[in-house]
């Protein structure tokens, strides 16, 4: 076989190589990507319960304010009544507001007390939200810097493909790898075999003195079709 058909062949491996190895490094990006996606859905998670937490807050000092704001009230009506010169009828009207005023305390004195429980679950439940965050994310680091040590690996692989792929560069002739480089952008497989008389890359059948002169391996051949390099077997 034409030295310089070996050498393609060998090259089109390196090629096949790089490229496994690029798309493992791709597979893996995404994969960390994911993970990271992943943590930040769980630290938002985590944040809106802290969120949760500081409405039922502000709620409870809310309702507490209009308790205080009722109390005062029905302290100035007891006082109007106790010290005011007022009518019989007036006097009627101020107990009514007194006790319906005092129903809407006992009333909000309720809500307030399961405001209370609820926060105090909610902050419980929030508290332990952030210890199983903590230990999602020392996992994720390690699991991460599993990822990149992988990926380094598969990196360092890679150049030495590089530097194998560059001597084999350097030992042909540069209109041979242009050919190549050329018809390797457009064909994962831009080096093949002649079987049955057909082109292996786009399987049409390939005339007789082509197959002779790939048999000869004098000069590099290419398919009538599809001009990809070809070989004999
Ligand atoms: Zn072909």
């Known amino acids: 076989m034409n030295d310089a058909i070996t050498q393609l062949i060998e090259l089109q491996e390196v090629d096949h190589m790089r490229g496994d190895l690029a798309s493992r490094v791709k597979g893996l990006e995404a994969q960390k990507e994911q993970l990271r996606h992943k943590a930040q859905l769980e630290r938002s998670t985590v944040d809106k319960l802290q969120e949760h937490v500081e409405t039922l807050k502000h709620n409870s000092r809310m309702m507490n304010l209009e308790v205080d704001k009722l109390d005062d009230q029905i302290r100035e009506y ?130 007789g003195t082509t197959i002779e002169r790939a048999r000869d391996g004098m000069e590099i051949v290419t398919c009538e079709n599809c001009s990809r390099i070809l070989y004999a077997q």
């Not at 005011?84 to 305390?105: D, V, Y």
């Not at 150049?159 to 041979?176: C, F, G, M, N, Q």
């Not at 786009?202 to 005339?207: A, N």
């Open 78 to 207: 007891q006082n109007q009544l106790d010290n005011g010169i007022i009518s019989f009828k007036e006097m009627e009207a101020l107990r009514t507001k007194i006790g319906n005023q005092k129903a809407r305390i006992g009333e909000m004195e309720d809500e307030a007390l399961h405001l209370m429980d609820e926060i105090e679950e909610t902050t419980q439940r929030h508290a332990r939200e952030v210890e199983k965050l903590a230990a999602y994310e020392v996992d994720l680091e390690s699991e991460i810097g599993k990822i990149d040590e992988h990926i380094g690996q598969l990196q360092q692989e890679i150049k030495e493909w590089e530097k194998k792929r560059e001597d084999i560069v350097a030992a042909l002739p540069r209109h041979v790898i242009q050919q190549y480089e050329h018809l390797h952008a457009r064909f994962a497989d831009p080096v093949v075999p002649i079987e049955n008389g057909t082109c292996a890359g786009c399987k049409l059948t390939v005339s």
